[in-house]
């Protein structure tokens, strides 16, 4: 179980700030970033290393707005593992290995018991679109690093490159601990979207280690159907 998903939550993912290097103090001012999508669907690969596994697999990710996310999540040789919806009031996982279904409210601890990953709905669908989760207003520029600008606001960080894309993103806890650190490369045009086709994710409190790569991203107006899904009428629920 706790192999299963310390998998399945590194695919959400994805994001994260290393060792800063030739600091220089900066003054503040407005935080510019490119524009990005209302709606995204994307498939994409994962290679996960950790103390218990080394594994890779894929996933479809789609994400509508602000508060609505479906993945569809498969293992080695294609085989489906689980799927996760999450909008702004509700939160289910189907872990299809166990006939298991995760349901409560899409709060970072709730999503944590499925994922090992403390982080909220909403933050997941943010930073996928490489955006943080926190308003950039509430951000203050702290200095001038080789890689970009930093900015800080209590504890998160991000760094910005000189062309406005967030290039990092770390979280740390109230005891100064590193949660989530995420580095985003190989950023790509899709449309008229300049995205990350590469992220690598780095959770210190699994020690565990993900590779995401983009195969395919698009924006859609919308989407036809909802993202709800059909679980199992066998399949056991457990209330968070």
Same mark, same amino acid.
Not at 143 to 168: D, P, R, W
């Given at each position: 179980?706790?192999?299963f998903?310390?998998?399945? %939550?590194?695919?959400?993912?994805?994001?994260? =700030?290393g060792?800063?290097s030739?600091?220089?103090? %900066?003054n $503040?001012?407005? #935080? $510019?970033?490119?524009?990005?999508?209302?709606?995204? *669907? %994307?498939k994409?690969? #994962?290679?996960?290393?950790?103390?218990?596994?080394?594994?890779?697999?894929?996933?479809l990710?789609?994400i509508?707005?602000?508060?609505?996310?479906?993945?569809?999540?498969f293992g080695p040789?294609g085989?489906?593992?689980?799927k996760?919806?999450?909008d702004?009031?509700?939160f289910?996982?189907y872990? %299809?290995?166990?006939? *298991?279904?995760?349901?409560?409210?899409?709060?970072?601890?709730?999503i944590?018991?499925a *994922?090992?990953?403390?982080?909220?709905?909403?933050?997941i669908i943010?930073?996928?679109?490489?955006?943080?989760?926190?308003d =950039?207003?509430?951000? *203050?520029?702290k200095?001038?690093?080789?890689s970009?600008?930093?900015?800080?606001? !209590?504890?998160?960080?991000?760094?910005? $490159?000189?062309?406005?894309?967030?290039?990092?993103y770390?979280r740390?806890?109230?005891?100064?601990?590193?949660?989530l !650190? #995420?580095?985003?490369?190989?950023? !790509?045009?899709?449309?008229?979207y300049?995205?990350?086709?590469s992220?690598e994710?780095?959770?210190?409190?699994?020690?565990? /280690?993900?590779?995401?790569?983009?195969?395919?991203?698009?924006?859609?107006?919308?989407?036809?159907?909802?993202?709800?899904f059909a679980v199992? /009428?066998?399949?056991?629920?457990?209330e968070?």
């Amino acid at each position: 179980m706790k192999s299963f998903n310390i998998f399945l %939550a590194f695919i959400f993912v994805s994001l994260m =700030l290393g060792a800063c290097s030739s600091v220089q103090e %900066a003054n $503040n001012s407005k #935080i $510019n970033m490119q524009e990005r999508p209302d709606n995204i *669907t %994307a498939k994409m690969s #994962i290679s996960i290393q950790s103390e218990e596994m080394n594994i890779g697999g894929n996933a479809l990710v789609m994400i509508a707005g602000e508060d609505s996310l479906f993945m569809n999540i498969f293992g080695p040789f294609g085989i489906n593992v689980g799927k996760l919806y999450a909008d702004k009031d509700n939160f289910y996982f189907y872990n %299809a290995m166990e006939g *298991t279904v995760l349901k409560g409210e899409p709060t970072a601890e709730n999503i944590r018991k499925a *994922t090992f990953l403390n982080i909220s709905a909403v933050e997941i669908i943010n930073l996928f679109k490489n955006i943080p989760p926190t308003d =950039l207003n509430d951000f *203050t520029e702290k200095a001038k690093i080789e890689s970009g600008t930093l900015y800080q606001h !209590n504890n998160e960080f991000m760094v910005i $490159n000189n062309i406005a894309q967030m290039v990092q993103y770390q979280r740390k806890d109230e005891g100064n601990v590193m949660e989530l !650190n #995420i580095t985003y490369s190989d950023f !790509n045009q899709y449309e008229k979207y300049s995205m990350p086709s590469s992220f690598e994710i780095n959770a210190p409190v699994a020690k565990s /280690k993900v590779s995401v790569s983009i195969k395919e991203m698009s924006f859609p107006k919308g989407f036809a159907k909802e993202f709800k899904f059909a679980v199992p /009428k066998n399949a056991r629920v457990i209330e968070l």
